[in-house]
């Protein structure tokens, strides 16, 4: 089934990483979209992908300026990165950083950014310092190692190769084009019967080469999103105790809201200040009707944890 809004019995976890994933937000987007699922879905601004490894439309078109994320999940869908491959991959260099530890992972990030391998990139993102993906100003790799020379333990490796697994399956049978492009390019592209969700970076933050996000970008794609020929969903922060978030009110006129919140529990106490109030903007008529059961704000209590979860 395709059309939207429905809830995923379980969610699949993407093997990439990237910052502002939104594994958590993944059962709330999919139950406040309505779409009949008979066109694309888009999904500009894909990132780890999780949100269409969950959705899973039929026909796709999914894009991101990073090309290293682009390749990884391409060569998964055409067959040229198999789970074998992976593991073999995996099995082989996790052997040799924990031989040689810190200055292994060091040669890794040096050779991809050389040769820009999407298994080598896999092999950073999933041992880099906190899952971050960074890239200078040249566009080369340059986040520092965790520190956890025997990060590839078994265990870790059959929990990567069960998520390329996971993913494969999923794209079995699925019409979906990946492109490395800017949002510019995608959305002249959509049509009637598509629909589009975007989650930008957040203004001012994750601020590196392929995350730089300005008030400029985010004016010109609220601009470019109001005349969109289709349904469109948007992922943005709405507001934390100090700030409310100024470009919210772009987008008043033609979308929705449904907000979810994150409390976070710092020790034993619940830490309010510390709470974020996710938004998805709908465009109007694309919201799925509220359950009698659902609230309008969805909240999530959430345990201080590493920036990522694996
Ligand atoms: C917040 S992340 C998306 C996260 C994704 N929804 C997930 O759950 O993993 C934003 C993504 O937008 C991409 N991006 C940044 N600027 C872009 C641009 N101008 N055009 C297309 N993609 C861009 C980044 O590479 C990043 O992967």
Known sequence: MNSLPRKPNKVIIPPIKTQGIKTKLVP?????????GDGRWIEPF?????????V????????DINPHIIRFYRGIYTGE????????????????LSQFGEEYYYEVRRRFNELRDPL??????????????RFNSKGEFNVPFCRKPDRFRRAYITKIVNQVRAIHEVMQGKKWEFRVASWQE???????SDFVYMDPPYV??????????????AIELAQKSSSLPCGFALSMWKENKYRKNPHLQLWSEFTVERTFAHFYHVGATENLRNSMIEVLLIRKGYEAPLGAEEEETTTVRMYQLPLFLD
């Open 186 to 192: 995608i959305l002249p592209l959509a049509q009637e």
């Open 28 to 36: 709330f987007i999919m139950s406040n979209i309505m779409w009949e």
């Open 204 to 217: 001012g933050r994750h601020a590196d080469y392929y995350t730089r996000w300005t008030d400029q970008d």
């Open 81 to 96: 990165i198999t789970t074998s491959k992976v593991q073999a991959y995996l099995e082989e260099e996790g052997r040799k």
């Open 56 to 63: 899973q439309p039929q026909r796709a078109l999914v894009s």
């Open 46 to 54: 894909l990132g780890s992908g999780v949100v269409l490894f969950n």
């Open 120 to 133: 080598d990139f896999l092999f950073l993102n999933r041992s880099s310092f906190n899952g971050i993906i």
